[in-house]
């Protein structure tokens, strides 16, 4: 199973979406991997401070490139026994690859204008390809307009997107550097939707 984390715009919780999904992913028993493909290399310098200060991450984090995405998705794609998380780039080819073998592709932003314009801009290109995947808020705010706005823009453009939104906490910032302790601020949540999603995505393509 291939998940990837793209966005076109950069800062918007790509990396944190992918470490804590996979960490949710290794709690239900999974057997994660994660690739990170950004040249910020934000992925593996996370998982060597957390080895560095003996917190190490429960799943290895691998540096990759468009080749070892693809032969990943040769072998990976569509299968149970290997849950792969893919950190992507804003750009580029190794996204498109990325974006080319996913079974699912999590689109995270938060809930400002220019993230929205760039997210909106992201799934257009997505949903073009005919590639699954669902908008995941992050640093959300609740109460505030701004979320109000993006949740009327995501059910006026009638697009896909998470029921769960990730809350704007201090303690989950901290996290960098460090593996996830108990709570994994909504991601769980957002886990278990996904496993949902490819189980009825699954029926769907097997029904036709």
Not at 41 to 50: D, K, R, T, V
Not at 75 to 85: G, I, M, N, Q, V
Not at 124 to 131: E, K, N, P, S, V
Not at 157 to 180: A, V
């Amino acid at each position: 199973m291939i998940i990837s984390t793209i966005n076109l715009k950069g800062g918007v919780g790509k990396t944190t979406t992918a470490i804590a999904l996979a960490t949710a992913a290794v709690r239900d028993g999974k057997d994660v991997e994660l690739y990170d493909c950004d040249p910020q290399s934000s992925a593996s310098l996370w998982a060597m401070m957390a080895e560095e200060a003996g917190d190490p991450l429960p799943f290895p984090v691998t540096p990759a490139n468009v080749a070892t995405v693809r032969m990943a998705g040769h072998r990976l794609k569509s299968t149970e026994d290997k849950w792969l998380f893919i950190d992507c780039p804003p750009n580029g080819r190794v996204m498109d690859e990325a974006a080319d073998c996913s079974d699912l592709i999590v689109v995270p932003t938060t809930t400002g204008p220019a993230d929205m314009v760039k997210t909106f801009e992201t799934t257009d290109t997505l949903g073009a390809r005919g590639f699954l995947f669902a908008i995941l808020l992050t640093r959300v705010l609740p109460g505030t307009l701004s979320l109000k706005q993006s949740l009327g823009e995501l059910a006026d453009r009638d697009t896909s997107y998470f029921d769960y939104q990730i809350p704007s906490r201090e303690g989950l910032k901290n996290f960098f550097g460090n593996s996830f302790g108990d709570d994994l601020y909504g991601y769980e949540k957002v886990y278990e939707q996904i496993k949902q999603s490819i189980k009825e995505d699954k029926e769907a393509y097997g029904a036709n």
